[in-house]
């Protein structure tokens, strides 16, 4: 459901233009977050007020709170691209001037997916630190004011702990659940262990996520019966602004906010102008972005429960229990493998750490099916120095039980391998049926253990592809992402096989809006013909190609393949 709230008397100023001694005017439309918005259309309406003019030209502001998740998906569709989780924004919701999503995050995802995406500015005009939230008496249990946590230690509650009923909000539409996905990731440190204890955590949190930030929200406790608070929420990663406004409502059980370290992601409050703003309209935003600069601003912030970008705060901010005078600036702090955010708190970080994340969660969450097609040519005999000498489908076997341990029971996966001849004449063939995991999950760990090179194999690429499209095209179910995710070391060679212009004609004759299939290509080492690989993916529906030139990092493509693009039709 979209949320769009247009702030009240936010249009005005036109009324007053034959008076101004303006030689033009224009209109500026903002999308702002919710929580932000009525800061932002005070300011407007004051710079207005106070005859809003830049070079001569009058400038009118139209302010509308939006749902950051809504805003995304309208602008992904005006770029002919999809984000993880996100299904298509409605018709009545319109690209602005200006947006200030909550979180530069959106901004990294959709630059991700739709490379001219390319807005302006794009730096912080607010800061909110990411918490977890918990019921008062919950955090006493644990330590809380008197004892120092991190999130190593929230890491442990959710894997060990009875007591904590944890949740989040679905990451693919809320920053502050992304950003504490993140959070445990990091703590979570790598390696197969690790991989292991990150599945454990998110499975924790998802059986109390939510689509909806103030969803989570009811879910904490509505009376301080102790009965009541243990068959509540106990514990979700929430902005700071979301546990000031909830307790700011003096509910029955206050939420504690626990600052836990290191520091999370926290939300930052971008101010892009879009891209197809015209000079006009951009000279009209970077004046209002200047109005977002003052003090009186900043006093507006603090009445909505946020702080500034440099973690100060307003007059009359109130502040929780334990909550730091100064949260780190967004200048000055570091993104992820310590890089500078130079300006906004994403743009250190890394988009394949984003879709890592999401795709670990898309995974666990989301309801799929796929056909897993792997290469046993004789070239994935290719030793892989970055994996200790291990061969290409040995990693590649680590890879795939990974992805088995990660995805739900709600999925439904299939298991072919290909070369040449490895069925009579067929280069590919089948070892387990496309089966639900709640069922078959034994088979394929079995089958994982077939992916060994057929030595002096080649690559029937061509042909297995076809015929993977066409297995999961016929076995098409809706409700659910449908794709082909193929790994590969190498080109196409098999002499036998069809061409790659009878592939691409085939393709884009069965491709049905009505039955998409998604075919993701993994490819494995720097052998692969990356224009090859694109030109066959092209025909379909949504897809994508990702080339692990370090095999060894296979695993990690894996998740971010698994993330982009992905959509339940």
């Not at 959106?106 to 730096?123: H, I, N």
């Not at 890592?356 to 004789?378: E, M």
């Not at 070391?489 to 036998?496: A, L, S």
């Amino acid at each position: 459901m979209a949320i769009i709230v247009v702030i009240a008397g936010s249009y005005l100023g036109y009324q007053q233009l034959s008076d101004s001694g303006c030689t033009g005017s224009v209109r500026l439309t903002v999308a702002a977050a919710t929580e932000i918005a009525p800061a932002v259309d005070q300011t407007a309406q004051r710079w207005i007020q106070d005859g809003a003019n830049v070079n001569g030209t009058c400038v009118a502001v139209t302010v509308n709170a939006v749902n950051p998740a809504t805003m995304a998906a309208a602008v992904a569709s005006e770029h002919k691209v999809s984000l993880t989780g996100l299904g298509a924004a409605p018709e009545s919701v319109k690209v602005p001037d200006v947006w200030i999503a909550d979180s530069s995050t959106w901004l990294l995802r959709l630059k991700q997916e739709a490379p001219g995406f390319v807005p302006t500015d794009g730096k912080p005009v607010a800061q909110s630190p990411v918490v977890v939230a918990m019921p008062q008496k919950v955090a006493e249990g644990i330590g809380w004011p008197n004892k120092k946590l991190g999130w190593k230690d929230l890491l442990a509650q959710l894997t060990t702990s009875t007591r904590l009923r944890t949740g989040l909000v679905d990451p693919t539409r809320d920053a502050t659940g992304l950003s504490g996905l993140l959070a445990l990731g990091q703590a979570a440190g790598a390696g197969a262990k690790a991989q292991q204890v990150k599945v454990g955590a998110i499975k924790a949190l998802a059986q109390s996520a939510s689509a909806l930030r103030d969803d989570l929200l009811q879910k904490f406790p509505h009376s301080a019966d102790p009965n009541d608070i243990a068959t509540s929420l106990s514990a979700a990663p929430l902005s700071e602004q979301a546990v000031v406004a909830y307790n700011a409502e003096q509910p029955p059980v206050k939420l504690a906010a626990l600052y836990l370290d290191p520091s999370p992601l926290p939300l930052d409050y971008p101010y892009a102008i879009m891209p197809e703003v015209d000079l006009q309209k951009s000279a009209a935003a970077q004046g209002l972005r200047q109005q977002l600069a003052s003090a009186s601003f900043k006093n507006s912030l603090a009445a909505a429960g946020l702080r500034a970008p440099d973690g100060s705060v307003g007059a009359g901010f109130a502040a929780p229990l334990g909550a730091p005078e100064a949260s780190p600036s967004i200048s000055s702090s570091a993104g992820a493998e310590g890089k500078s955010s130079g300006g906004s708190a994403a743009a250190g970080l890394e988009a394949s750490a984003l879709s890592q994340v999401l795709g670990s969660w898309a995974a666990i969450t989301l309801p799929g099916r796929v056909l897993a097609v792997f290469d046993v040519s004789g070239s994935m005999q290719t030793p892989v120095p970055t994996a200790g000498g291990a061969d290409r489908a040995t990693v590649t076997r680590g890879a795939a039980k990974g992805g088995l341990d990660l995805f739900d029971d709600k999925w439904a996966v299939g298991v072919w391998l290909f070369s040449t001849e490895l069925d009579g004449k067929k280069p590919y063939k089948e070892i387990v049926p496309i089966s639900p995991l709640s069922s078959a999950r034994s088979d394929l760990e079995k089958s994982i253990s077939k992916i060994v090179p057929k030595s002096g194999g080649q690559t029937g690429l061509y042909d297995t592809l076809l015929a993977a499209y066409q297995r999961v095209q016929n076995s098409w179910e809706p409700g659910k992402i449908n794709s082909v995710i193929l790994f590969t070391d190498g080109e196409n060679k098999n002499p036998d096989g069809i061409s790659q212009q009878t592939l691409v004609n085939r393709l884009k004759q069965l491709n049905d809006p009505k039955r998409p299939v998604r075919v993701v290509i993994v490819g494995i080492g720097t052998e692969v013909n990356q224009k090859e690989l694109e030109t066959i993916v092209k025909p379909t529906s949504a897809g994508g190609v990702f080339i692990a030139e370090d095999p060894a990092k296979i695993g990690e493509i894996f998740l971010e393949a698994i993330a982009s693009r992905s959509g339940a039709n």
